[in-house]
């Protein structure tokens, strides 16, 4: 046993193996792979999972890390057969509602640049002969999907590690991680201590118990999932060759199919959830076979695959395998223990692309691609707990195959992170979303009286959906009289001490160092210029900043800026305050006559002019107001200490009555926004698009000094970008798409719909993407598909509401 390493991975499954792999082609030689179970049957789900590679995911990153795994495990060659079974892949439909959902799936493919095509059934039983045609209306069928034989490649990949240096050792397990002063020293095995500079969790379903050792929680949970195989079919007598046949996916009845040379495989998820105490995981992972869970989902499979009927099942099992709150894997560097590393929660069809992107994150500081959706540190509190865990991950086996629509909201758990508005929002009728935990009010009910005609055009179809026409009526009294806006749900983070400027001018691409009660928009950058955050920047004190960005980020841009606290800094204190205060937008053309008959403070132009931050009184309430807005009109947000929130709220409700004012909802709030072409983080802002593109330029200060992507950034502006973010108007009156639609020019993908919603004001469809050079010039055609019909668009000029900005400045 080795007694010092760079780096040790624990856990020598399908993550492990690739992540070792994939550092040891960038030149790391001392990783040393550890696991509890033998190599490489270790034990895990890579063990005894199917191997199905399905690469279409509402996700871009998903879909992306799947293309790069299937890439991988192609290029493993060796003796004994291939790692990789590129023999396409089905998912049908037998109900309309899925067929419309393949053709929104087919869409997908095409944003992401995946080759799939729409079967009829006649098609779809021509590439597999035992499947029932008439029980389909049809299928999407994406060629180079397949069967990944996970074992085989774990060896592959762990063997060309070794000739760099890696040393693989099984029946080895972890019995300690080594944290001192925050950051990881070492583990702790049977056969002793390895010093270790990093450490990387790739233990599957024991992850949550090896963060424990660490002292962080990982948020997994492990469920039980059952799988069969039958004895050799007649159909398919005399076939040899392991797979022939494309991978199946029967989502209406919640099975997924697979050849085993003259036999058929089929997993159900077609019961209630079977969770497994994460303390409580064997080694191996599998559960006695439970019949009573598998019936509905065998006769669903006989029914769709008539050669299954009767079929012996010789061949049953119950494997362990993860679920997290949302879906998605765990991925990145613990925020509490530095050089300690967790990639977790993720299947075989994406474990290569995610050893991928892991190296290269750790080798050169990100992972070369968004992960944001999959980042460890997204996550508030509450969804760390094993409670939560529980119910969201068992939600997500529920819902595994659903047709989900973006905006639907989950049922439970609800009312986690409630507002001191909350009370007068419900009076008012609100419709509550939840974000991050926090209940967010999407529209009122109260303001269907505001319609008279301003609710825009009627919608049908997934479009009308966690919709109502009120937002509308919201919209036009933003833009026409005044609107009350909950800001409590925003991250508010304290930067203190005298490192605190040089700290935020070393993170943010604009100039921080500006006068007391000057509020700044900025990014904050990867080396590689791409935008990590996107937020404001105010300084209330000469070593006192408040940054503002989003509730649903804010976990990650808190852990982005503590990340980059150096030894060596002066002090400074990175503090977390979102829960001491609460705050409202108050915008509209009426809002300073709203709000100044309840201030004392001077509200002019001149006394408090536009990106000013000043202390002010409302009634008896000290409050900090910022002269900023992210609908477009006159306006402040003003935040206040949370015990005084719901007096603020009726303070200024009581003053607004008599000019309109308005309780506004987020489904408002993002139209508005689109009209002023305001950026929105995750969406139209990744840590794959720069400034220049995003057409954030005006936000950045090259010659204010170093700072993180700056040199990058320089080559950007230099060489000019080769794409740009472009809105988009559609043509047809009333009509609106959802986001990730592809945007094309005859039958070439020019990119995707990274934002869309109606604009009321402007009376037409917004949507946003990133277009090549060649087609940003205002007026160029071209063409959305949506659900499989294409609609037509207008390149236009930005932004389409108050392009010179008169109205905040007013």
């Known amino acids: 046993m080795c007694q010092h390493a760079r780096l040790a991975i624990i856990g020598a499954g399908i993550v492990g193996c690739s992540a070792a792999y994939h550092l040891a082609r960038k030149g790391w030689r001392d990783i040393v792979v550890l696991d509890q179970g033998p190599l490489f049957e270790t034990g895990g789900s890579t063990s005894h999972a199917p191997g199905l590679v399905f690469q279409t995911n509402p996700s871009r990153t998903m879909t992306r890390l799947a293309r790069r795994t299937v890439a991988l495990y192609t290029s493993l060659g060796g003796a004994g057969g291939p790692c990789f079974y590129p023999v396409g892949s089905m998912e049908?439909?037998?109900?309309?509602?899925?067929?419309?959902?393949?053709?929104?799936?087919?869409?997908?493919?095409?944003?992401?640049?995946?080759?799939?095509?729409?079967?009829?059934?006649?098609?779809?039983?021509?590439?597999?002969?035992?499947?029932?045609?008439?029980?389909?209306?049809?299928?999407?069928?994406?060629?180079d999907d397949g069967i990944a034989k996970a074992v085989r490649a774990c060896e592959r990949m762990a063997r060309a590690a070794e000739q760099g240096g890696a040393v693989f050792s099984g029946e080895t397990?972890?019995?300690?991680?080594?944290?001192q002063a925050g950051c990881v020293r070492g583990v702790v095995t049977p056969g002793g201590r390895i010093a270790a500079e990093q450490v990387l969790i790739c233990a599957g379903i024991w992850g949550p118990r090896a963060g424990r050792l660490a002292g962080i929680a990982v948020p997994l949970l492990p469920m039980q999932h059952l799988y069969a195989r039958t004895a050799p079919l007649p159909q398919l007598a005399g076939e040899a060759r392991e797979v022939a046949h494309p991978i199946l996916r029967h989502q209406d009845r919640s099975i997924y199919f697979r050849q085993h040379a003259d036999a058929y495989g089929f997993g159900t998820y077609r019961h209630e959830p079977l969770p497994v105490d994460p303390a409580a995981v064997p080694s191996p992972a599998i559960m006695p076979f439970t019949p009573e869970h598998f019936q509905a989902g065998q006769a669903?499979?006989?029914?769709?695959?008539?050669?299954?009927?009767?079929?012996?099942?010789?061949?049953?099992?119950?494997?362990?395998?993860?679920?997290?709150?949302?879906?998605?894997?765990?991925?990145?560097?613990a925020a509490e223990v530095r050089g300690l590393w967790v990639a977790e929660a993720v299947w075989i069809t994406h474990a290569g692309g995610v050893g991928e992107a892991v190296a290269e994150w750790m080798a050169e500081g990100d992972p070369g691609l968004d992960l944001h959706e999959c980042d460890?540190?997204?996550?508030?509190?509450?969804?760390?707990?094993?409670?939560?865990?529980?119910?969201?991950?068992?939600?997500?086996?529920r819902e595994v195959y659903d047709i989900v629509h973006p905006l639907q909201q989950m049922a439970q758990p609800r009312g986690l992170r409630l507002s001191p508005f909350h009370r007068r929002q419900q009076e008012q009728g609100a419709v509550f979303?939840?974000?991050?935990?926090?209940?967010?009010?999407?529209?009122?009910?109260?303001?269907?009286?505001?319609?008279?005609?301003?609710?825009?055009p009627d919608r049908g179809g997934w479009e009308a959906r966690e919709w109502s026409p009120i937002q509308g009526a919201e919209h036009w009294a933003a833009r026409s009289a005044a609107v009350l806006f909950d800001l409590t749900p925003f991250t508010k983070i304290e930067v203190t001490g005298p490192g605190a400027l040089p700290l935020l001018q070393r993170l943010c691409a604009n100039q921080i160092d500006q006068p007391e009660g000057r509020v700044v928009y900025t990014s904050m950058l990867n080396h590689r210029a791409g935008i990590m955050c996107d937020l404001t920047v105010t300084r209330?004190?000469?070593?006192?900043?408040?940054?503002?960005?989003?509730?649903?980020?804010?976990p990650r841009d808190l852990t982005w800026i503590r990340a980059h606290l150096r030894p060596d800094d002066r002090p400074v204190r990175v503090d977390d305050v979102t829960s001491m205060y609460c705050g409202v937008g108050l915008w509209g053309p009426r809002a300073r006559v709203v709000l100044g008959p309840v201030c004392a403070d001077p509200l002019t132009n001149d006394a408090f002019p536009y990106f000013a931050a000043r202390a002010i009184t409302i009634g008896t309430m000290p409050a900090l107001a910022l002269r900023v807005s992210y609908v477009g009109e006159l306006g402040w947000e003003i935040y206040t200490r949370t015990e005084y929130g719901l007096r603020l709220w009726d303070t200024l409700w009581e003053a607004g009555r008599p000019h309109g004012l308005t309780a506004l909802g987020v489904g408002a709030f993002d139209s508005l926004r689109l009209e002023k072409g305001y950026r929105l983080w995750g969406a139209d802002l990744t840590g794959e698009d720069n400034p220049y593109e995003a057409g954030l330029g005006f936000a950045v200060r090259l010659g204010k000094g170093e700072f993180l992507g700056r040199e990058a950034l320089a080559r950007f502006k230099a060489q000019g970008p080769s794409r740009k973010l472009c809105c988009l108007t559609l043509v047809e009156a009333g009509r609106v798409v959802l986001g990730k639609e592809p945007v094309l020019d005859g039958r070439r993908v020019l990119g995707y719909v990274t934002s869309a919603n109606y604009g009321y004001t402007v009376g037409c469809g917004i949507a946003y993407a990133y277009l090549?050079?060649?087609?940003?010039?205002?007026?160029?055609p071209v063409e959305i598909e949506y659900f499989g019909m294409r609609h037509r668009a207008l390149v236009s000029e930005e932004p389409l509401y108050d392009p010179k900005g008169l109205r905040l400045r007013t």
């Open 376 to 397: 460890l540190n997204r996550f508030p509190a509450h969804a760390l707990t094993p409670a939560y865990v529980r119910a969201r991950g068992a939600q997500q086996y």
């Open 772 to 780: 090549p050079l060649s087609h940003t010039a205002p007026g160029t």
């Open 540 to 554: 209330l004190g000469p070593d006192r900043f408040l940054v503002l960005t989003g509730g649903a980020v804010g």
């Open 300 to 333: 669903a499979a006989a029914d769709l695959l008539p050669a299954l009927r009767g079929a012996a099942l010789p061949y049953r099992i119950n494997g362990l395998f993860s679920f997290t709150a949302d879906g998605f894997p765990l991925i990145g560097e």
């Open 173 to 179: 397990p972890v019995l300690g991680i080594d944290v």
């Open 92 to 143: 049908v439909a037998t109900t309309p509602a899925r067929w419309a959902e393949l053709h929104r799936r087919r869409g997908f493919g095409e944003s992401w640049g995946l080759d799939g095509a729409l079967l009829t059934p006649a098609e779809a039983q021509a590439k597999l002969p035992l499947l029932d045609a008439s029980k389909i209306l049809g299928a999407y069928y994406v060629p």
């Open 433 to 456: 979303f939840e974000t991050a935990g926090w209940e967010r009010p999407q529209w009122f009910s109260a303001n269907e009286r505001l319609l008279d005609g301003h609710g825009g």
